[in-house]
C-alpha cells in the first residue's frame, strides 16, 4: 500500500479509512490471540482432581412446638444469631399461670406426704408401744395393777390430746374450706364480668373501626374503642389467673378435709386404746388378766399401719403425678421462647409482631453458614483415587486470587447420572460418583448458592504450589493509541 501526495479532498478520505481498517484488524489479531491462550485448557497437573459445583448449607426451618401470640420478633432477615439466642417470643401468661397453679399443687402435696409418714411414724411406734405391752401382759406381776392404771391415765391424756388436736383441726379446715368457696365464687363472677365486657369492648372495637372506614367517627374514637378492649381482655386474664388461684385454694381446703377425717380414725383409734386400757384394768383388778386385749390392740395398729403405708404411696404418687404436671408447665412456659438451636444466618422471618401461630408453624428459616460443603460430581476414572479426609481448595468468582480450605467428607458409594445444573445436556448421560467437600470458611464470605470450583489433591506430594490458578491479563491498549504506536506497522 503506498501514500499519494494527492492533496485532493477525496485523496485524503480514502487515505484515513485505509489507516482505520489496518488498525481495527490488528486489534482484532491481538485480541484473537490473547482469548485463544485465556482459553485454552490448562493441563491437570498430576496428582490434582479438577471439579466444580455449589456451595451447599443446611437449611433449618424454625417453628413453635405450642399455640400462642407472637409478641416479639428481636431478629430480621440477614442476621447472624449464636446458639441459645432468642428468635421470638410468645405470649406467656396462660403458661405461667399453669405453672403457678401446678406448684401450688406439688407443694400441697408434698405437705400430705410429710403428713401421711408423720401418722405411720407415730404408728409405728404405737405397734412397738404394743409389743412391749404385750410381752408385759405375759409376764404380769402383783404390781401390774399400777402399771394398767398409768396406761390408763395415759391413753386417755392421749385421747384427749387427739380430740383436742382434732377439733382445732376441723374448725380450721372448715373455715378454710368456706373461704375458699366464696372466693371461688367471687372468682367466678369477676371472670363471667370480665368475659362480657371483653365481649362488649370488642364488639364497639368492631363497630367504630367501620365507622371510621365510612367517615362516621373520627381515628381518635376508635383508638379510644380499640384501647377499651385491650384493657378489657387484660381484665380477662387477670380474672382468669385469680380463678385458677381460687381452684388451688378450694383443692387444698378439701385436702385438708381429707386430713381431718384421717385425724377422726387416729382418735377412734387412742379412743379404742383407752377403752382397751380400762378393760385391762379392770381384769387386773378382778384378778383375770389376759394378754387377749394387748393382742387385739396389736392387730387394730397393724390394721391402721397398713393404711398409713397405703396413704404414704398414695401421697408419694399424687407428688410425683403434681411434679410432673409442674415440669410439664414448665416445658410450656419454656416453648414461649424460641431459640437457636445453634450458630447461623437468618434467611427469612416469617411471622410479625401481634399474629398469633398454632403449634407446628414455621416462624422463620436460617442457615448455618459455619458448615458450608460443595459437591462435585466425579467419574469412577477419577473418583476411585480420592478418599476420605483429602485436601481440597475451593474457589469462587465473588473472590478471585483466593482459595478456601476444604476436605474430602463423604464420597457415594453408588453411581448416578450428573445432576442437570452443573454440567452440558451432552455431559449428562455419563454416570458419576457425588463427591462432597466441606469447606472451612470462618470469616462466613461465603453463601449458599455460589458456583464453586474445586481443586482435589488426592497425591499428597504434588505441591500446591504449582497448581494453583492464575489470574486473568487481559491485553489492554489505549484508546489514544495511534498506528505509529502500534509493534506491526513496519510489517504492514
Known sequence: MTETSTETPGGVIVRRRRWAIVVASSLLLVLSVSVFFWLKPRPTMPGIIEANGEVEGDELVISSQVAGRIVEVPVSDGRRVEHGQILVRLDSDEAQARLDQATAHVAHAEAQLVEARAAAARLAHQEEEAHILLRQSREWTAGDLQRAKAGVDVARAQVTRATAALTHQRSYYRAQLRYAQAGLELAKAKLAEAAAESEL???????????????????????????????????????????????????????????????????????????????????????????????????????????????????????????ATRQEAVARLGYAEIRSPGPGTITEVLVESGETVAAGTALLTMIDLSRLRVTAYLPLVEAHRVKVGDLARIYVDSFPGRFFEASVSRIAEEAEFTPRPVHMKDERVRLVYAVELAVRDPEGDLKPGMPADAEIRWQSTTPWERCVKPALSRPTVSPSATASSLPWRASI
Not at 367501620?210 to 379510644?224: F, I, P, Y
Not at 381431718?260 to 379392770?282: C, N, P
Open 201 to 323: 369492648a370488642r364488639r364497639n372495637r368492631e363497630r367504630y373501626e367501620e365507622l371510621v372506614k365510612r367517615g362516621a367517627v373520627s381515628q381518635q374514637q376508635a383508638d379510644v374503642a380499640r384501647t377499651a378492649h385491650e384493657t378489657a381482655q387484660a381484665m380477662l386474664r387477670a380474672a382468669e389467673k385469680e380463678s385458677a388461684r381460687a381452684n388451688a385454694a378450694l383443692a387444698m381446703a378439701q385436702a385438708g378435709i381429707e386430713e381431718v377425717r384421717l385425724r377422726e380414725a387416729e382418735v377412734k383409734t387412742e379412743q379404742g386404746r383407752r377403752a382397751e386400757a380400762e378393760s385391762i384394768l379392770q381384769q387386773a383388778r378382778a384378778g383375770s388378766l389376759t394378754p387377749v386385749a394387748e393382742e387385739r390392740s396389736l392387730e387394730a395398729i397393724r390394721e391402721h399401719m397398713r393404711q398409713a403405708r397405703a396413704a404414704v404411696a398414695s401421697a408419694s404418687a399424687r407428688v410425683v403425678a403434681a411434679e
